[in-house]
């Protein structure tokens, strides 16, 4: 790889995400050699993606690239590469681009899309966990609508215009809301010829409430507004099938559809070569022990949504959200330090400051610690939480621009399909 040795350690960091990059900027100006891999050149700020699938964004206004986070600190090198395998044995890495040794190693790779062996759902529903994932949501949302106006066949325009969406978590919720949005305010004026009035979105949760890791009060409310909004929430529904037409049920209950969106789950990114049948706990998460050091591999670490740290308080670990993948990051930067100065290790303490999930315009709920608000403030404090978090200026002023204008104008202009996602059709015409 090209990477010079150093006197000082060197700790190879897999993954820039939240977790990665906020233990990079820890290590920086501290005497160790810090090796950043990433498969993209870019961070993604999730938990806008689902704008970008809905046309709200353009994909560049949430990625921001790795090597300018990296600007300015000694001793940083990345590299574009996809780890595939790790061979603790001999502390090395094998990579996309070739080997790379290290003398500590963080894990710190995310999760990905969890369809729970169904292999029906995965290859035909749609997952949006990547910022080429909603690009191509978007493009198939508006190719249903061009397709929709092809057809004089009631039944075939119906299921093209039904959106199921499969998982009441804030992602489902917060495509649900802006999918409905986009009918009431966009499709008309877009599509005057096609009676987008009989359009329907679907949000499906197999459990008895949405946004099920937030309070009774959010969730109520959270329904509240889509069912204002004109969504249909349906509760104690488990999705069992998806041929690319019918979704189908545990229960008598189908939808005839040509979108599911897969919103139900995620499990841990692992990288091949430990022993993950000892390792992997819930989520196929790796098992961490309180200073995130993998169990059973000293030099070893996992932080974020791929580390499982299972506490008496936490059984199932930390949420696998932005906030434990920041601190824990922050955490393992100084506890590496203190390693390597051969000083004793702090434990992991997370601070939960709190979740929310916005609906749509000036609707959004709120859970702080003691605190529980919803409605048009929660919207606003949602806004500046998510802009704060962007990472990059450029990008904070651009989304914080495109929010105005889309607010003013009722709008959403990135509605294009720049690359278009293949969708066989045909079966919609029997
Ligand atoms: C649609 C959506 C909405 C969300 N909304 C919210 C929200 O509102 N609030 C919130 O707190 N959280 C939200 N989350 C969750 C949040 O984004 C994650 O918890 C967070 O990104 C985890 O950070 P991380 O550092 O563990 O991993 P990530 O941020 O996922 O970063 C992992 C990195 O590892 C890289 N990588 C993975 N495997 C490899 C490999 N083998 N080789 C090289 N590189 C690799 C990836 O390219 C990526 O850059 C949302 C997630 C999604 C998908």
Redesign the pocket.
Known sequence: MNIPRSSFPRIVI?????????LAQRLSRKEVQVVL????N?????????QVSTGGLEPDSIAYP?RKVLIGYDNFFFRL????EIEPENKLLN??IGTLSYDYLVV??????NFYGNTELEQNGMA???IPQ?LNLRSLILENFEQALLTDDYHERDALMNFVIVGGG??GV??AGALAEIKKGILPKDYPDLDTRRATINLIQSGDRILNAMSGQASKKAEDFLEKLGVQVWKGVRVTGYDGKTVTTRTDLTFESATLVW?AG?KG?T?AGLDVKELLTTGSRLAVNEFNQVVGYPEIFA?????CMQTDERPNGH????????QQ?RQLGENLVRLIEKKPLKPFDYTDKG???TVGRNKAVCDLEHLKFQGVFAWFVWMFV?LFFLIGFRNRVVVFVNWVYNYIKFDREARLIIRPYKRDYSQFKD
Do not use: R, W
């Open positions: 897999i993954g820039g995400g939240f977790g990665g990059i906020a891999l990433d498969k993209n870019y961070h993604c700020f999730q938990p806008l993606l689902y790795l590469a996809e780890v595939l990579t996309s710190a790779t995310g999760s990905e899309t949006m966990k990547t909603s804030p992602t917060e495509l919103a995620v990114a990288v932080i974020g949504d791929v580390a949420p696998m959200m932005a906030q434990p993948a920041i990051g979740s929310m999930a998510h």
